[in-house]
């Protein structure tokens, strides 16, 4: 019995190491081209060149010693220090940190992971690192390398970067893609007990960033609930700020709140605790003064600081906030808050609305921001209903009302919440 037990053992830790070095194709074939190299060339003395492209496009079981031979021809630094059961408790760690909203966890581990290059585990690390980090080009670019060692991850791995490829696709803005892929991953045998929770979160994002209020209703519920059965309490409080951001945009009151949600934040989430209090008129000054300055929530905040002064004759807050805006590095995957004021300020009322057009209504169709879409529709409406031309003006609202319906239609298969049927005979 301990002979079998003893010979599983092996051979199970066997399959995990062959596993675990089947994701270095790609970057070996990288490596090597970036040193001008052959297969040939590289697989002199070791093994054959055909023994290289197989290892290359990840079809065969890698060899430990012929692995540590190549990389050293290739000049790369490999240590056994990092071994297949150290990779797997790192992979746990990362998943369960973020699963509990643990960032600074995250943080650690793809801290620890830095110098490994070559395996799927600790790539699924860096992923959800850069999704806690929500920088877009990272995440797209580590999504698309692991999409291509699918056929190297076991059932687990299989699952677990589904749910980061969703959690990506969220962080980047594209919530309708995000909903597309967790309904497609729950129908599958891949979507864990362990995940139930976190899927209904990221489902309660996307579907109130596409307009589907009811839905996220009722995923905010789920999740709490399950959140509240772990003792989870900063995913608690984060859900807390997804349900006002909702009640807002439906011009809802937002929940009365004490600043105990403030104790359990992490600081991103504390800067959109304080630009909702601020758009719902909870004194806005203090309330902006509070995001950090390196914050991408800081620019919106003082773009709305400055209408409050523009509005209220404060012409001395409105120079100050004027002054920070304009001083804020700007973001490629960001509005230019700053540029809007200035457009704003112009006093031509004809470039505004054609701005608003040009840069506005893209920017918030990309993002699925239905807030920002009314926002700007009704500016530019407003501004057409002003010169008497009020047949363009019905055709914005019917399209801004037509984007949103696409959108719930793609991805919901319902109507947006509350969303009427256009009247297209009121154009005559």
């Given at each position: 019995m301990v002979f079998?037990?003893?010979?599983?053992?092996?051979?199970?830790r066997?399959?995990?190491?062959?596993y675990f070095f089947?994701?270095?194709?790609m970057h070996?074939?990288?490596?090597?081209?970036?040193?001008?190299?052959t297969?040939?060339?590289?697989?002199?003395?070791?093994?054959?060149?055909?023994y290289?492209?197989?290892?290359?496009?990840?079809?065969?079981?890698?060899?430990e010693?012929?692995?540590?031979l190549?990389?050293?021809?290739?000049e790369?630094?490999?240590s056994?220090?990092?071994?297949v059961?150290?990779?797997?408790?790192?992979f746990?760690?990362?998943?369960?940190?973020?699963?509990?909203?643990?960032y600074?966890e995250?943080?650690?581990?793809g801290?620890?992971v830095?110098?490994?290059?070559f395996?799927?585990l600790t790539?699924l690390?860096?992923l959800?690192?850069?999704?806690?980090?929500?920088?877009?080009?990272?995440?797209?670019?580590?999504?698309?390398?692991?999409?291509r060692?699918?056929?190297?991850?076991?059932?687990?791995a299989?699952?677990v970067?589904?749910?980061?490829a969703?959690?990506?696709l969220?962080?980047i803005?594209?919530p309708g893609?995000?909903?597309?892929l967790?309904e497609e991953?729950?129908?599958?045998?891949?979507a864990?007990?362990?995940?139930?929770?976190?899927?209904?979160?990221?489902k309660?994002?996307?579907?109130?960033?596409?307009?589907?209020?009811?839905?996220?209703?009722?995923?905010?519920?789920?999740?709490?609930t399950?959140?509240?059965?772990?003792?989870?309490?900063r995913r608690l409080?984060e859900?807390?700020?997804?349900?006002?951001?909702?009640?807002?945009?439906?011009?809802?009151?937002?929940?009365?709140?004490?600043g105990?949600?403030?104790?359990?934040?992490?600081?991103?989430?504390?800067?959109?605790?304080?630009l909702?209090?601020?758009?719902?008129?909870i004194?806005?000054?203090?309330?902006?003064?509070?995001?950090?300055?390196?914050?991408?929530?800081?620019?919106?905040?003082?773009f709305l600081?400055a209408?409050?002064c523009?509005?209220?004759?404060?012409e001395?807050?409105?120079r100050?906030?004027s002054d920070e805006?304009?001083?804020i590095?700007k973001?490629?995957?960001?509005?230019?808050?700053a540029?809007?004021?200035?457009?704003?300020?112009?006093?031509?009322?004809?470039?505004y609305k054609?701005?608003?057009i040009?840069e506005?209504?893209?920017?918030?169709?990309?993002?699925?921001?239905?807030?920002?879409?009314?926002r700007?529709?009704?500016?530019?409406?407003?501004?057409?209903?002003?010169r008497k031309?009020?047949?363009?003006?019905?055709?914005?609202a019917?399209?801004?009302?037509?984007?949103?319906?696409?959108?719930a239609k793609?991805?919901?298969?319902?109507?947006p919440d509350?969303l009427?049927?256009d009247d297209?005979?009121?154009?005559?």
């Amino acid at each position: 019995m301990v002979f079998r037990f003893r010979k599983d053992v092996a051979r199970r830790r066997a399959e995990k190491i062959r596993y675990f070095f089947r994701a270095v194709g790609m970057h070996i074939r990288k490596r090597r081209k970036a040193l001008k190299m052959t297969q040939e060339s590289l697989s002199k003395g070791i093994c054959s060149n055909t023994y290289i492209s197989k290892m290359e496009t990840n079809s065969i079981a890698v060899n430990e010693d012929s692995l540590m031979l190549v990389m050293e021809r290739m000049e790369l630094s490999y240590s056994l220090e990092m071994n297949v059961d150290e990779q797997l408790n790192l992979f746990d760690r990362a998943l369960d940190a973020f699963l509990a909203g643990n960032y600074e966890e995250v943080e650690k581990v793809g801290y620890e992971v830095r110098n490994v290059t070559f395996a799927i585990l600790t790539d699924l690390c860096r992923l959800v690192r850069d999704i806690v980090r929500g920088s877009a080009k990272d995440i797209v670019s580590a999504t698309d390398n692991l999409s291509r060692c699918l056929d190297s991850m076991d059932h687990h791995a299989f699952g677990v970067f589904m749910f980061y490829a969703a959690a990506g696709l969220v962080a980047i803005d594209r919530p309708g893609d995000a909903i597309d892929l967790l309904e497609e991953f729950e129908t599958t045998e891949y979507a864990s007990i362990k995940l139930g929770p976190m899927i209904q979160y990221l489902k309660a994002v996307g579907y109130g960033r596409t307009g589907r209020y009811g839905k996220a209703y009722d995923a905010i519920r789920a999740a709490e609930t399950a959140f509240l059965n772990q003792k989870n309490y900063r995913r608690l409080a984060e859900l807390a700020v997804i349900r006002m951001e909702i009640d807002q945009v439906q011009g809802h009151p937002i929940a009365w709140d004490d600043g105990s949600l403030l104790e359990v934040l992490d600081p991103c989430f504390r800067d959109r605790y304080h630009l909702l209090r601020a758009k719902a008129n909870i004194d806005p000054k203090t309330e902006v003064g509070l995001i950090r300055p390196a914050s991408r929530h800081r620019g919106e905040g003082l773009f709305l600081i400055a209408g409050f002064c523009r509005k209220s004759g404060d012409e001395a807050g409105f120079r100050v906030a004027s002054d920070e805006l304009n001083a804020i590095e700007k973001r490629a995957d960001a509005l230019d808050y700053a540029k809007w004021l200035e457009r704003l300020g112009a006093g031509d009322e004809v470039a505004y609305k054609d701005y608003l057009i040009a840069e506005v209504l893209p920017y918030a169709e990309q993002i699925c921001d239905f807030s920002l879409l009314n926002r700007a529709t009704d500016q530019i409406t407003a501004i057409l209903v002003k010169r008497k031309r009020y047949k363009d003006a019905l055709q914005y609202a019917i399209k801004a009302r037509r984007f949103m319906r696409t959108v719930a239609k793609a991805f919901c298969g319902e109507m947006p919440d509350e969303l009427p049927e256009d009247d297209e005979s009121k154009i005559e």
